[in-house]
């Protein structure tokens, strides 16, 4: 298991917003910066979101993020067929360095 | 731009190991934190190592430690990953990814702002 807890699945339909949860603790997310990934299908990974809720310079302002407590969550609004990827939530532990969420296939439908 | 390119993976047998490399280029890699992070056929994502841009702060996740060795050569703008006592769980694809780290008052961030392609390491017999 992950040490941080993202739903298996989501999906939307084109044009329509959607929200990515990810679960942690106070060893991790309650007191760490928290970072996204997208993985589309066959590809690397890449940084959509970092410190909680900052895009890099590319990334479309389509993607949000935002952290409560030990809690943080991904929204992607106007969703494309081309969003259709696997998504991962990521932060520091205090006892296991880096930390990643098991991941969250969304399905545009 | 930014370009990680990851080189060395292949079938190896159980106990054996490889050395793993990565070329970077379009930043200052001296400058920067850099990561191994691997995916199991899949599977999620599981960062394994990083080391500091000097190379003096490692750390390794627990299911690497003392079976993986990372470093670098700035001059040569490389990382490695040494992978020794190889085991069939090892068999992912193996990313690097130039790393921020940055401890603050409100926490620490962390993150992988450019990653490579990926290399394959297939562990069996």
């Known amino acids: 298991q992950s040490v941080l807890t993202q739903p298996p699945s989501v999906s939307a339909a084109p044009g329509q917003k959607v929200t990515i949860s990810c679960s942690g603790s106070s060893s991790n997310i309650g007191n760490n910066y928290v970072s996204w990934y997208q993985q589309l299908p066959g590809t690397a990974p890449k940084l959509l979101i970092y410190e909680n809720n900052k895009r890099p310079s590319g990334i479309p302002d389509r993607f949000s993020g935002s952290k409560s407590g030990t809690s943080a969550t991904l929204g992607i609004t106007g969703l494309q067929t081309g969003d259709e990827a696997d998504y991962y939530c990521?932060?520091?532990?205090?006892?296991?360095?880096?930390?990643f969420g098991g991941g969250t296939k969304l399905t545009v439908l | 731009q930014v370009q990680l390119v990851e080189s060395g993976g292949g079938l190896v047998k159980p106990g054996g190991s490889l050395r793993l490399s990565c070329a970077a280029s379009?930043?200052?890699?001296?400058?920067?934190?850099m990561s191994w992070i691997r995916q199991a056929p899949g599977k999620g994502l599981e960062w394994i190592s990083y080391i500091s841009n000097s190379g003096s702060s490692i750390d390794y996740a627990d299911s690497v430690k003392g079976r993986f060795t990372i470093s670098r050569d700035n001059a040569a703008n490389s990382l490695y990953l040494q992978i020794n006592s190889l085991r069939a769980e090892d068999t992912a694809v193996y990313y690097c990814?130039?790393?921020?780290?940055?401890?603050?008052?409100?926490?620490?961030?962390?993150?992988?702002?450019?990653w490579g392609q990926g290399t394959l390491v297939t562990v069996s017999s």
């Open positions: 990521g932060t520091w532990d205090t006892t296991l360095s880096a930390v």
């Open positions: 379009g930043f200052t890699f001296s400058d920067y934190y």
């Open positions: 990814a130039k790393s921020i780290l940055v401890t603050t008052n409100f926490g620490v961030a962390n993150n992988f702002d450019y």
